[in-house]
């Protein structure tokens, strides 16, 4: 890809291996239409709040968009096909020296996959282009002997990225305990996946473990939620995984371990909990009312949405490497105390290590120089420390005065002035796609990129298009569809603009109603169908085979034993 194009959202050509892996999930002649979209990685304020005494660790945010859609005759013409969307999900994924977490923010689908006329217990195709979308992005971020995690809430909603999507009759809205089995099921192919390597490479998955908990139930009822297997299911299990992936020790408090996800009941019930410290004024970072995380998950039932009469789920997805790589001190001091910017930062070309460019307005002596275990240590910044080490104001005015040079008057310029002739811009610096691929903190293949990157500003102005749109019925859900497709169009300038969005065609063998039975008409086998016989003119005609019928009525004979006689009085 090119590091310089047109303005405007960047757009380019939908991963390959993306598109492979979903024609072997889909339905088999069944064509849908993939878009995907996604910003590059941005710094963002960290998932977990660090210890006392101790900086935050360096976030990278991404934000990834897919939609797919399908087309369908049209409501007035039989002959015309319009397309329309059928499902959307958006996964953030955070990165850090340390970890890597996918959490599915959110995800909706229209209802209108059922024109496509599905046989009744077919697995939905929505499943599998979630599973497969997911596992792509793991794969493609995969960095090497760094944990990766899955997480998301489930919630059952009516609606959540298509407005009106509710009021169309087709759509089957999952309950509480329906959702959740659902995510379940969605994510337990993930855990047969230990034997899949990266791009490119054996797979370093030591273990891929499955972690479900409902606020509420109790361990034998949360297991009715998992997938049965034929053999022991060891890769789920009950409860939380948020000790194990934490990398701070179990003596740090609570709220440390818990993450700070947008739009999540954890993270509006841990600011709740954080108003006590803050009003208390507590350094050490303790909670008066909860003292552990498992306290927490005890009281998170009877909290926000926990409490509102539906079952919630948490899960969690843990890929854990065989080999867990703790960050080098230079690294980590990189990320806790630079006063570098990310366009004045510098990459080597042939090592993902970053390097600080030297900086000639602040002089670096004996007194003020330090190494990356002082960073770590310390918790003031290094623009702080020059500045508590340089000599007081007055010394330095005093030394700048008697070295000062008298400055040369500026000669007066004369004669015509002879404007300057501008310049007509050919090509502008794409600052989307000007960034490395590699660092300490994030990877960014191409192959792990969308068709369409857009900054935040823009994403957010697509996304909230769609919450304004309407999916109430065909005719309205097309045109929505529409306008949002060319709305995103409008933003990828450039010659890649038409490209928006790839077709797939299915290659999975799944069984599909025909027109009649999707219109609830029965068709039954040949061999059931019996032809009426034909008969003469008064002779009855019936399609079942002569019975000879005893119109008579029926008398119950009674034995001579059975009988007994009047007595006489």
């Not at 069944?30 to 900086?55: D, N, Q």
């Not at 059928?86 to 229209?110: G, H, N, P, Q, R």
């Not at 792509?136 to 960095?143: A, E, F, S």
């Not at 702080?384 to 010394?395: F, H, L, T």
Request: proline residues 8%; aromatic residues 8%; charged residues 20%.
């Amino acid at each position: 890809m090119a590091a310089h194009e047109k303005p405007g959202a960047k757009a380019a050509i939908v991963s390959p291996t993306l598109i492979q892996q979903l024609a072997t999930v889909l339905p088999k002649s069944v064509t849908f239409k993939i878009y995907h979209l996604s910003t590059p990685p941005t710094k963002t304020s960290a998932l977990y709040f660090p210890p006392p005494g101790t900086r935050p660790d360096r976030t990278y945010c991404e934000t990834h968009f897919l939609t797919a859609s399908i087309r369908t005759s049209s409501k007035d013409n039989a002959s015309d096909t319009v397309e329309v969307l059928v499902f959307a999900v958006e996964i953030l994924i955070y990165s850090t020296a340390y970890d890597s977490t996918f959490f599915v923010s959110k995800a909706d689908s229209t209802g209108y996959l059922n024109l496509l006329g599905f046989a009744k217990g077919t697995p939905s195709p929505i499943r599998d282009i979630t599973a497969t979308f997911l596992w792509h992005l793991v794969k493609q971020h995969q960095r090497k002997n760094i944990r990766s995690v899955i997480s998301l809430f489930a919630r059952a909603q009516d609606q959540y990225l298509f407005p009106g999507s509710v009021e169309y009759e087709g759509k089957h809205v999952l309950p509480d305990r329906g959702l959740v089995r659902w995510w379940c099921q969605v994510l337990d192919p993930l855990l047969d996946q230990s034997d899949a390597g990266g791009p490119g490479e054996p797979s370093q998955w030591e273990s891929i473990n499955g972690y479900l908990i409902v606020p509420g139930l109790d361990s034998h009822e949360t297991m009715s939620f998992i997938p049965r297997r034929t053999g022991p299911n060891q890769s789920w299990r009950i409860g939380h995984p948020l000790k194990e992936i934490s990398r701070h020790s179990d003596d740090v408090p609570p709220r440390c371990l818990i993450p700070h996800y947008p739009d999540d009941p954890k993270a509006r019930f841990l600011d709740e909990l954080d108003d006590d410290i803050t009003k208390s004024r507590n350094a050490n970072g303790q909670w008066k009312s909860v003292r552990s995380i498992d306290q927490f998950w005890d009281m998170m039932a009877f909290r926000q949405e926990c409490s509102a009469g539906k079952l919630v789920g948490f899960i969690w997805i843990v890929f854990t490497p065989r080999t867990q790589l703790q960050p080098t001190e230079s690294v980590l001091g990189y990320s806790q105390s630079t006063l570098l910017s990310h366009e004045s930062q510098t990459w080597d070309s042939n090592s993902s290590q970053p390097t600080i460019p030297e900086c000639s307005s602040l002089p670096i002596t004996p007194a003020t120089s330090f190494n990356a275990s002082s960073q770590i240590n310390s918790t003031s910044s290094p623009f702080k420390i020059y500045m508590e080490d340089a000599p007081p104001a007055s010394q330095q005015s005093t030394k700048s005065s008697k070295s000062r040079t008298p400055v040369k008057k500026r000669k007066k310029l004369t004669g015509p002035i002879i404007p300057r002739q501008p310049r007509i811009k050919t090509e502008n610096k794409n600052y989307l796609l000007d960034r490395p691929e590699s660092s300490p903190y994030y990877v960014w293949r191409p192959e792990g990129r969308g068709q369409v990157i857009v900054d935040e500003s823009d994403y957010k102005r697509v996304t909230e298009l769609l919450l304004r749109l309407d999916f109430a019925n065909l005719e309205l859900a097309s045109s929505s569809s529409s306008r949002w497709i060319n709305e995103v169009r409008s933003g990828a300038r450039g010659s890649m603009s038409e490209a928006w969005g790839q077709s797939v065609t299915g290659t999975k063998a799944v069984a599909i109603r025909s027109a009649a039975a999707a219109t609830g008409v029965n068709t039954l086998p040949m061999g059931l169908v019996k032809k009426k016989r034909k008969g003469g003119p008064g002779e009855a005609t019936d399609t079942a085979p002569s019975v000879p019928l005893d119109t008579a009525p029926k008398v119950n004979v009674l034995s001579a034993g059975v009988i007994r006689k009047k007595a006489k009085t």
